[in-house]
């Protein structure tokens, strides 16, 4: 059966990642087969996760790229490679420029984990969604996937999960609930979907 290739990019634990794998594994994720995944950084244990699962990975590596044009060019070159039909940002904390997202155009996913528009674009990553969401005082939060484009956060949302925040939650424990009962379920999801719309989209066009 023909798959769509998934390329994840990922720069820490790649719980997310890992998520995706599983579905894969158990079949749920059947439209798309992850080929590469690519950390911006040095040491992410996503890495890891990705050689045990016996997919190749690379490590891009911003800062020793010496700068924003090469390390997409570098990005590019290994999507390239590795034939992607869609990316697939995954605890992904670099920004790509707008030419970039231009090029892969709503063949980019993000998953955020607030329910955007809440606590999302910049300075809106990470722990620091949901230590927002605390001082807010929200009694409701979650998590989204939304297409990648130029704005931060900004592309259309493709889905999203309500996850309660509990007496005494911290900001630790929130996340942990919100990975738990949201962002683990919406992605693998979200990457069946639109893995099964480019499969249809290509099979229309082939005619
Ligand atoms: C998590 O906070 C997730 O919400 C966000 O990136 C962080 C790490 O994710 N997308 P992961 O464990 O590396 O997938």
């Not at 993000?110 to 605390?134: D, Q, R, T």
Request: aromatic residues 4%; hydrophobic residues 45%; negative net charge.
């Amino acid at each position: 059966m023909m798959k769509a290739n998934i390329a994840v990019l990922v720069s820490g634990g790649g719980t997310n990642l890992q998520a995706i794998l599983d579905a894969q594994e158990a079949g749920s994720l059947k439209s798309g087969q992850v080929v590469l995944v690519v950390s911006d950084r040095a040491g992410a244990y996503a890495l890891e996760r990705a050689r045990k699962a016996g997919v190749p990975g690379k490590e891009i590596n911003k800062k020793a790229c010496g700068g924003q044009a090469a390390f997409e060019a570098q990005l590019e070159a290994a999507l390239t490679e590795a034939k992607a039909d869609l990316i697939i940002l995954a605890g992904f904390l670099s920004i790509l420029s707008e030419d970039f997202t231009r090029r892969h155009d709503h063949r980019i996913l993000n998953i955020h984990p607030s329910l955007i528009p809440s606590f999302c674009g910049a300075g809106y990553y990470g722990l620091k969604v949901h230590e927002a969401a605390l001082a807010r005082g929200v009694k409701v939060t979650g998590a989204t996937v939304h297409f990648v484009n130029e704005i931060p956060d900004g592309g259309e949302i493709i889905a999203q999960k309500a996850v309660e925040i509990q007496p005494g939650d911290t900001a630790e424990t929130l996340q942990r609930r919100v990975m738990e009962q949201a962002e683990w379920i919406l992605l693998p999801q979200a990457a069946e979907e639109v893995s099964a719309r480019i499969l249809r989209e290509r099979a229309e066009n082939a005619g």
